[in-house]
């Protein structure tokens, strides 16, 4: 990796720093960064979120409103995302389903829903994958490892059940998204769905996310299939050095609000060393293609 990459990797961190800090201090308001561009002009006309949560949660403090999360991506210029409703990790998947239908259809087509399928309440052969088209879901989540406290599935990775649960899904293309905790975990999904052909997007929403770079780069070489949160890869042109080896058309971009600061998530992105239209990509491009049948349509 060139020093002129390593520069800008240190000044990407910074600039995603200062987003941390200014959603602390206007309330996620879009600072103006001196000497750098704007997104408009720096290839991010469009932000389509791989990760936002609503619904009811124990913490009094957070407010987790699906009319506040749709505020917090306005402020951010997020025209759509995939969302969840807590209550599928909190109670139980089908509940959680029933509520992420309801607060997508209000939503003007802002938020798009994405179902939770939990292996501890599957049975093999029950369909899902086919049922959770029918009912009108875009993509299916699951959530072995969460930044939601405590709401993590709570079953490893190697459960026999989770496999049959995505191999039922994967029957009907719809993109799959599996949470991952720490170093090895994608390794262990490449094993283990070597033959699924549809996409598999890895997400690593905790502080594991930071030493990922180099698995994501072994991960993405054996299986094209495998795509890839850049949350966390704050590391020294993470981002960058994934463009270069497996292509922007790669790699997604999903911000886990309200659960985390979205501008500092979506200025790992914006300050990255790339292109235009590899930031295009990152942001929305990518996403949409995988989602993509002719009827998703644009905010």
Request: aromatic share 10%.
């Amino acid at each position: 990796m060139n020093s002129k990459r390593l520069t800008f990797g240190r000044r990407g961190f910074l600039q995603a720093m200062s987003g941390l800090a200014a959603n602390l201090r206007t309330g996620y308001s879009l600072p103006t960064m001196t000497g750098l561009d704007s997104p408009t002009t720096t290839g991010i006309d469009e932000v389509f979120d791989c990760g936002v949560v609503f619904g009811p949660h124990h913490r009094q403090s957070l407010d987790t409103r699906p009319e506040t999360v749709l505020k917090i991506l306005d402020k951010a210029r997020i025209g759509q995302a995939l969302g969840v409703s807590l209550l599928g990790l909190y109670y139980s998947s089908k509940e959680g389903n029933r509520h992420t239908l309801q607060v997508c259809r209000q939503s003007s087509s802002r938020l798009i829903p994405c179902a939770i399928a939990d292996p501890l309440d599957f049975a093999t052969g029950d369909h899902l994958g086919r049922h959770l088209k029918e009912e009108g879901f875009r993509a299916v989540g699951f959530f072995p490892y969460s930044i939601f406290p405590p709401a993590s599935q709570k079953w490893p990775l190697d459960y026999l059940s989770f496999r049959h649960c995505v191999e039922e899904i994967a029957e009907v293309g719809l993109p799959i998204l599996i949470n991952i905790g720490k170093v090895g975990e994608a390794s262990q999904l490449a094993m283990m769905f070597a033959e699924v052909q549809t996409p598999i997007i890895v997400r690593a929403p905790g502080v594991g996310g930071y030493w990922l770079t180099a698995e994501y780069l072994s991960v993405g070489r054996v299986r094209p299939k495998f795509y890839f949160d850049v949350i966390n890869l704050a590391a020294n042109g993470s981002i960058e050095l994934l463009v270069e080896r497996l292509g922007a058309d790669r790699l997604v971009f999903s911000s886990h609000t309200p659960f985390r600061y979205t501008l500092s998530s979506l200025y790992l992105v914006q300050y990255a060393y790339i292109t235009s239209s590899q930031r295009a990509a990152i942001a929305a491009g990518t996403i949409r293609g995988l989602l993509s049948d002719g009827s998703l349509k644009r905010s």
